[in-house]
C-alpha cells in the first residue's frame, strides 16, 4: 500500500499547479487530482496489460507442457506397439514354421493367406483375432 501511496504523492506533484496568490483567485481551475486521473488510469491499464500478458505467457507455457506430454505420450505408446509386434511377429513366424501346409489347418490358411500381401502378414492377422 505505501508504493500506491508514494505513487499518488508523486503524481500529485507533477500535476500540481503553483500555489495561486490570493490576488489571482482562479474559480474556472480544475482540481489537481482530475488531471492526475489520466495518467494514473494509463498506469493502471499498463499494469493490467502486464498481468494479463503474464496470464496468457503462462497459459502459454502450460499448453506447450500439455502438448509436451501428450507427444512423449504418443512416443511411448508407438513404441509399445513396436514392441507387441515385434513379438507376434516372432509367435506368427515360429507358427508358420510349424504349420504342416497340408493339413486341413494348413490348407485353410493357404486360402486365408490370398488376400495378404505375405503369409506373415496373414498369420500375424489371424493370432490377433483368435
Same mark, same amino acid.
Given at each position: 500500500?505505501? #508504493?500506491?501511496?508514494? @505513487? =499518488?504523492?508523486?503524481?500529485?506533484?507533477?500535476?500540481?499547479?503553483? +500555489?495561486?496568490? %490570493?490576488?489571482?483567485? $482562479? %474559480?474556472?481551475?480544475?482540481?489537481?487530482?482530475?488531471?492526475? @486521473?489520466? +495518467?494514473?488510469?494509463?498506469?493502471?491499464?499498463?499494469?493490467?496489460?502486464?498481468? *494479463?500478458?503474464?496470464?496468457?505467457?503462462?497459459?502459454?507455457?502450460?499448453?506447450?507442457?500439455?502438448? /509436451?506430454? @501428450?507427444?512423449? $505420450?504418443?512416443?511411448? /505408446?508407438? $513404441?509399445? $506397439?513396436?514392441?507387441?509386434?515385434?513379438?507376434?511377429? +516372432?509367435?506368427?513366424?515360429?507358427?508358420?514354421? *510349424? =504349420?504342416?501346409?497340408? #493339413?486341413?489347418?494348413?490348407?485353410?490358411?493357404?486360402?486365408?493367406?490370398?488376400?495378404?500381401?505375405? *503369409? @506373415?502378414?496373414?498369420?500375424?492377422?489371424?493370432?490377433?483375432?483368435?
Amino acid at each position: 500500500m505505501d #508504493s500506491i501511496d508514494q @505513487l =499518488l504523492a508523486q503524481l500529485k506533484a507533477e500535476y500540481e499547479p503553483g +500555489k495561486p496568490t %490570493p490576488q489571482q483567485p $482562479k %474559480p474556472d481551475v480544475i482540481p489537481p487530482f482530475i488531471p492526475s @486521473l489520466p +495518467k494514473s488510469q494509463s498506469i493502471i491499464d499498463n499494469i493490467l496489460a502486464e498481468v *494479463k500478458a503474464d496470464v496468457e505467457a503462462q497459459a502459454a507455457a502450460e499448453e506447450l507442457r500439455r502438448q /509436451q506430454e @501428450l507427444e512423449q $505420450k504418443r512416443i511411448r /505408446q508407438e $513404441k509399445i $506397439k513396436a514392441q507387441q509386434l515385434e513379438v507376434l511377429q +516372432k509367435q506368427a513366424q515360429e507358427w508358420l514354421e *510349424k =504349420l504342416d501346409p497340408f #493339413s486341413p489347418e494348413g490348407l485353410w490358411f493357404e486360402r486365408f493367406a490370398e488376400g495378404y500381401p505375405s *503369409k @506373415l502378414a496373414a498369420a500375424i492377422e489371424y493370432l490377433q483375432n483368435n
